[in-house]
């Protein structure tokens, strides 16, 4: 039997799950692949807080430098988070050519080209399954079990946190900010919020797997970012009333070799499988031009779901380490070209969901609908709701597929109108199509 | 640029989707893995027809032994089908040191156990990713990223023709007979159709998940199977009238310890994603007792989804060559116990639906009753329809959780009630708690 000795950074919750998870299977796992995973070392700056997991003595540190140098440490889990002490780790322990393990998502997001980089210099991997999609093995599904496609489009609900929020505002009809609030109660939001509502953390995500797709490291600039705050109540039950249900979603696509990439919240079809998906679940559905569609599905986070991805890794990397296969897939597959080009407004094309409050008036729709007409916007369908005690009338547009610049212009135009009463509401429609 | 020397066995369907694959996308595979896969000979009966693929002089030959013992081909893809000339190339190559790709089903199912051994006598690998639910990347989603996992329970929709059918049939509201003879005309039905509508070919898929997830070969006839030949529509209709739809479930469980295994139709909630998978998808629902709920769709058949999942096996093969791994998780996990042990009717616990057809008379289902009380079985809803002009009353019933054993005995004394007037059909209730 061959061994593996593990040295982990940070002995947080997912740190916690991971030995958790290692002293449970590490047996099962040895069975399965020939390998032991030990858990060798354990650097936290707090080793007195009482995990309850037991560990050897001489396991815990709060050195998490002695651990990357150790000699009987193989690789090293980084599980610290943010991105500076995190980086110097990780930059550390790959110059050190030891096997790197890592949940960080804004780590990547941020400073993955030098990871990368660094890790291929010194002819050793980064392993960072548990950083997309939590238990979800869709980094691994994308550079292994897909890897002879070329990847057409990827939808990702990767947040759970929103995903549960807006599934409790559809089937509760409440508002946003009682849902909000009533989630950070329940421990489902961070307080504050921002990562998870504001979009950052999906983004922190679709970049990843951007750049996996597409074969160079994502600028998180090159993502539009919008997230789920101050989200209407009315929107939701809008999207119902039409068949549509609202997630964050993150979309990324091949348009004829430019990248198109966002993190938005749109409507998705009732029927559609990814609406199906709610409560803190995530999913990730890849489109590949030889597989077709394929999707994947399961807790996007969680002290043993994530712990789950992370041993995934710690296991492979193990094989990787004991067959001298040097600098992996997971490395070589970010780095196939120096940068991608992105969609500019005048090639993204997309349906919406608008909605106006306009002054109730003859003319007023008149004016909008010439206003859409000029600009290539055809209109799916319309509803006009009874006006608001304020004189106003909310209208519900879906339109069909134009380009994103004609939206802007359109939408400019729109709210300047005098019979516009208040800020025009605009998402993405996503039909799949 | 590292290369990999491929021969393909059998250039049917499936063999010309991975030709077409790689040659569309090879060189973006050589980017990706630092591996040019090159199809270096392909072995066919029949070299005559015209597949619409151009390969150069000297690739195609009649004589598949000439390509497993070629000095130039690294590895083999195993295609022909059968169960006979498909085990004898398999275990020619595997004896010539030479990995070896499948994508079937039935011979792995059939004489799994001799190939995995043999592999591994001969340090090398079998990968047979393409066997179960065809372009979706399952089996390396077990046997990787859940690699930390205990299995608790595997569901899987693996049979696209059955799939396809029963979506029909809930849509269009139309009998068995009438939607098998479309899908057979369409192209979706084989004709005969036994292997698809009786389960078999989900089946076959069955005993290899299970086998992976569990530790050992399982041979087929541990898999009490039926299919969905001759479902009526009643059934359907029923079903639906509760809040459920039907599926042909593969059904693999750890019962403490014991494997509980089936392939069976089964009524599954509405709103439950399972219920989502329609037309001739596949998707299966894995729980590991760390990760959770997971769940993998995708296309689970067809000569592009299957190559996508041959190729990339291919490319992990090779990687493993380059490498020397030797004998890969995909043949130690299926060999790490002689042989299970699997749950027998008293230690399977399931709840049902049952029809029953009975006399529209005082005491009649009073006698049901008492039965299905004697034999410990709850009942958690009954419906009774109006009866028919015969006479009699088709009497609906939801049970609770109870032992097949108790099932079965039950229902034998109801077939035998003087009231009774026909078949009682019962099918498992499966609401994944």
Same mark, same amino acid.
């Given at each position: 039997? =061959? ?7 940070? #002995?947080?919750?997912?740190?916690? !799950? ?10 099962? +796992? ?5 390998? +032991?995973?030990?858990?060798?070392? $354990? ?10 997991? %037991? ?33 110097? @780790?990780?930059? &550390? ?63 990702? $609900? ?17 508002? #946003?900010? &009682? ?101 803190? @679940?995530?999913?990730? @559905? ?5 597989? !077709? ?17 992370? $041993? ?14 040097? %600098? ?8 196939? =070209? ?9 090639? $993204? ?19 909008? /609908?010439?206003? @859409? ?37 359109? +939408? ?8 516009? %009463?208040?800020?025009?509401?605009? /998402?993405?429609?996503?039909? #799949?199509?």
């Amino acid at each position: 039997m =061959k061994e593996i000795r593990i040295g982990i950074l940070g #002995f947080g919750t997912v740190g916690a !799950g991971v030995v958790e998870g290692i002293q449970k299977n590490g047996a099962l +796992m040895a069975d399965r692949t020939g390998i +032991m995973p030990i858990v060798a070392r $354990i650097a936290d700056l707090d080793i007195e807080t009482d995990r309850g997991i %037991t560990v050897p003595d001489g396991v815990l540190t709060t050195d998490a430098m002695s651990v990357i140098a150790d000699e009987n440490v193989d690789l090293i889990v980084e599980l610290v988070g943010g991105t500076t002490v995190a980086r110097t @780790f990780t930059l &550390e322990a790959l110059k050190q050519g030891k096997p790197v393990i890592t949940a960080n998502k804004a780590l990547l997001a941020d400073h993955g080209e030098e990871i990368y980089k660094t890790a291929r210099e010194n002819n050793i991997g980064i392993y960072y399954e548990a950083a997309v999609g939590g238990g979800i093995p869709i980094l691994r599904s994308q550079r292994a079990g897909l890897i002879g496609n070329q990847i057409e489009s990827i939808y990702g $609900i990767l947040n759970g946190t929103c995903n549960y929020m807006l599934t409790r505002m559809e089937r509760e009809g409440l508002p #946003f900010d &009682e849902i909000l609030a009533d989630a950070q109660a329940l421990g489902y939001a961070e307080t504050p919020p921002d990562l998870d509502i504001d979009g950052i953390d999906t983004a922190h995500k679709a970049v990843v797997l951007a750049s996996m797709a597409y074969g160079a490291p994502v600028p998180m600039d090159a993502c539009p970012t919008s997230g789920i705050r101050g989200l209407s109540a009315s929107e939701i039950v809008n999207a119902a009333d039409l068949g549509y249900c609202i997630k964050l979603l993150a979309i990324i696509k091949d348009n004829d070799g430019e990248v198109e990439l966002s993190v938005e919240p749109a409507l998705v079809p009732k029927e559609h499988m990814i609406a199906s998906v709610s409560d803190s @679940f995530n999913a990730v @559905f890849v489109k590949g031009d030889i597989v !077709g569609d394929t999707m994947y599905y399961g807790r996007g986070a969680g002290r043993l779901p994530t712990g789950s991805a992370v $041993i995934g890794d710690i296991m492979e990397a193990a094989s990787d380490k004991l067959h001298d296969v040097g %600098t992996p897939v997971s490395v070589t597959m970010m780095l196939q =070209k120096d940068a991608l080009t992105y969609c500019s407004g005048d090639n $993204i094309i997309k349906r919406c969901y608008i909605r106006l409050c306009l002054e109730d008036k003859p003319g007023s729709m008149a004016q909008v /609908m010439t206003i @859409f007409g000029k600009h290539n916007i055809s209109i799916a369908s319309v509803v006009q709701k009874e006006r608001h005690e304020s004189g106003s009338a909310p209208v519900v547009i879906l339109t069909q597929a134009a380009k994103e610049s004609d939206f802007v212009a359109a +939408m400019t135009e729109i709210q300047a109108l005098d019979v516009s %009463t208040s800020e025009p509401i605009r /998402m993405r429609l996503e039909d #799949f199509e």
